[in-house]
């Protein structure tokens, strides 16, 4: 196996800055007879953690984000099929399938040495449902490496839709409820919003965050029987991709939004101390778009709580994350408490 070309990943990425993208060969052809028309094909995706990020470093920084294994497979995966697998550059790359899990969390611990940590992705990556030598769909297993130390794996599923197709799924999606005011939990705004002057109903140290306005989870209900719902709000100012770029709530908020309510959940539900826990597992169905302008509510329910093989006390949650009656993703992720 042998590195042949470097990549770039278009612009910059948005929360890692570069990444940097290696196609690895299976044999000592060249690229283009050993390329991905044959089947599975192998990359290696390097790129350095965020540092004094407006919000992933944000909080007690004892851990670095686990989502940000997420959201580097989802920068790239639309570069990979219509750069090497010749899938047009009209059809719209959307995630619909994520999973990442780590055996051992302390492989996630900010070291806190003032350097970026460097987050390494092998990729393995498989056409699927391919019509006249171009794949409808992508699937990728993962293994992640933190500064050359193991860390997780993962799979991810892309579909590439057509234009019409990707513009009936918005359509879908999109409901035209009066839009609701900022203090009952809006689920996005615009970019000429003011940013909001309403404090959280949620301290920001019980979502493992330390800025008031980095607070998505709004108005949550009691946790009784492991159960919780909550609003979820952007704030206007929020730094990651703004809703008014893509037409819809970015992947990247829900995540966060996920994130947030789980460790409420763990926290209210199992009294967890937020500032020691993270996700040590993900795995996300996306089922339809956010729509900026409806409300939106992720519910959550604890599971029962038990120990990880290092002793570390764990709790599974399942969310769903709401909108005008439908689910717009499902998911199940793991919160680990360390000390």
Known sequence: MRDDQDRPAGAPGREHGTLRLVQRTPSWEPPDAAGPAGGEAEFALTGELPRGHPVFGDGPRRFHDLQAGAEMVREIGELLGQSLFGV????????Y?????????AAWRDTGTGSPALL????????DKVIDGVPRALEF???LQLDDRPCGAGTANVVFLPPVVYRN????????????????GGAGRTAEDPPSADPPSVDPAEVGRAAPGNVLVHAPSEAAHGRLSAGIRPPAHWPLPRVTEHGHVPAAVQ?????QTALLCAGRSHRFAPDRCALS?????????A?????MRCAAVAGPCDRDAQGRRQVPVTLTLAQTGRAVLEAVVTVVEDF
Do not use: M, W
């Open 88 to 95: 047009p550059a009209n059809r719209t790359g959307v995630f």
């Open 97 to 105: 399938r994520f999973a990442v899990r780590t055996p051992d969390i």
């Open 120 to 127: 390494t992705t092998l990729l393995r990556v498989r056409p």
């Open 141 to 143: 297993r993962t293994d």
């Open 169 to 184: 799924h918005q359509a879908r999606g999109r409901t035209s409820p009066p839009r609701e005011p900022a203090a009952t």
């Open 255 to 259: 995540l966060e939004a996920l994130r």
């Open 281 to 289: 597992s993900l795995e996300v169905h996306f089922r339809g778009y």
């Open 291 to 295: 729509e900026p302008a409806a409300p």
